[in-house]
């Protein structure tokens, strides 16, 4: 059964699982830091794109594969497959994005989305409609559902480790990786056996593999025009971009250019995140930083943060493992942490000092390594690199070696 199948459009259908999981992710990431109906809606995104992904790459894997010539396709079932697969992925992504995603969390979220695909698989299989019957091996139920399962439970934890750049890619990879994985495991189990009696009835509404082959063309575009707009930067990164290099993957911006364009596409913001000159002494340093959860507001005790990261108006407070949402701006965020403990690097991020294990050059900037399970990365404008290495007790080091 595994022979014959057309390698082209295996891939093709490992490359689309991949784009699905990639925008939906990357719309499931933004749930944290939006509320209201705008968190309702990246969510219901995240949940189709991510269902897009599986579907389309369940059927354009069954066109790569051996079908019968007489097969045809129940339209209900099939619908029905994708509508299973969108409220159970759903959930899935709700349980990580919205509250605190504890182990439990992450391994329910793990399992609801294991439990989509092979949902959307089986019930897509049952959309199989002419002169045979399909049989399925049963250990090759259990072992493709196991995949679903730990793959997926892999590529969200590497999703809460960071929710950007590469690790967001490898999340959809992972993601991928468990949807195909599933999918082919699950078809060398299968076997179509000659029924001439298992005709579709004359009154059911079918599709024939050449209006399933257009409707997954379509669909292809659309999960390829979603990846792609998810690449697009928003207003404020392409204003920085604008004045700074993309260096190693992280942005080093020049503070003082960086800051005009900036101010000059946001002007309304111009200066928010700017501490004002002020003759009132500054307020005492803070213990623990207010985050947002769906229980509501914790604490995280500034000995546990390594680094702050502004988010428009807001802040999102990195611990080491995963970022979480802080309501403060990121100039409200630097008054109340200890100067002795927390520096501003960048215009938009702060480092806990205690934390740096790696600082090194990046072009015309620097980026320093912070400890912890996700070893975050923070960048260094070039104005502060001086300092830094002051503050870290390094400045000078070359002078004194020569």
């Not at 093709?12 to 705008?38: E, K, N, Q």
């Not at 051996?66 to 992504?93: M, N, R």
């Not at 507001?297 to 999102?316: G, P, S």
Request: aromatic fraction near 8%.
């Amino acid at each position: 059964m595994f022979e014959g199948h057309n390698p082209y459009l295996v891939v093709l259908s490992v490359v689309m699982a991949i784009l699905g999981g990639y925008t939906g992710f990357g719309l499931a990431s933004r749930v944290r830091s939006t509320s209201g109906i705008g968190r309702r809606v990246l969510l219901a995104g995240a949940a189709t794109f991510v269902a897009l992904g599986i579907w389309t790459m369940h059927f354009v894997g069954t066109l790569a594969g051996p079908v019968p010539s007489d097969a045809v396709y129940l339209i209900l079932p099939t619908l029905g497959s994708f509508l299973i697969c969108t409220l159970v992925v759903g959930v899935s992504l709700f349980l990580v994005s919205v509250g605190e995603p504890s182990d439990a969390r992450v391994t329910a979220a793990a399992l609801f989305m294991g439990a989509g695909i092979v949902s959307m698989h089986y019930v897509g299989v049952n959309a199989f409609a002419g002169g045979f019957r399909v049989e399925h091996e049963r250990a090759m139920v259990v072992l493709s559902a196991l995949i679903a399962v730990g793959t997926a439970y892999g590529g969200l934890r590497v999703f809460l480790a960071r929710q950007g750049g590469t690790r967001l890619a490898l999340s959809a990879i992972a993601f991928g990786f468990a949807v195909s994985g599933m999918h082919y495991t699950a078809t060398y189990g299968m076997r179509f056996r000659s029924a001439p009696d298992f005709f579709p009835p004359a009154d059911g509404l079918i599709a024939s593999s050449q209006v399933l082959a257009l409707v997954l063309v379509l669909l292809c575009f659309l999960i390829t025009g979603g990846f792609l707009l998810s690449l697009v930067p928003e207003p404020r990164q392409r204003a920085a971009e604008a004045a700074a290099g993309a260096i190693g993957g992280y942005l080093v911006v020049d503070k003082g250019a960086a800051e005009s364009a900036a101010d000059e596409a946001n002007p309304a913001e111009a200066g928010e995140d700017r501490p004002a000159e002020t003759d009132e002494a500054p307020p005492a340093a803070v213990f623990r930083v207010p985050v947002e959860s769906a229980n509501g507001t914790q604490f995280i005790d500034v000995a546990e943060i390594r680094a702050v990261r502004a988010d428009a108006h807001y802040t999102l407070v990195h611990d080491g493992s995963r970022e979480r949402m802080c309501l403060w701006a990121i100039s409200k965020a630097e008054a109340q942490l200890d100067p002795a403990l927390f520096f501003r690097v960048h215009r938009s991020h702060i480092v806990s000092l205690p934390h740096v294990t790696l600082i090194r050059k990046e072009g015309d900037g620097a980026v320093v390594e912070l400890d912890g399970p996700a070893s975050p990365v923070v960048p260094v404008s070039r104005a502060k690199i001086a300092e830094l290495k002051a503050r870290l007790g390094v400045a000078g080091r070359k002078a004194r070696a020569s």
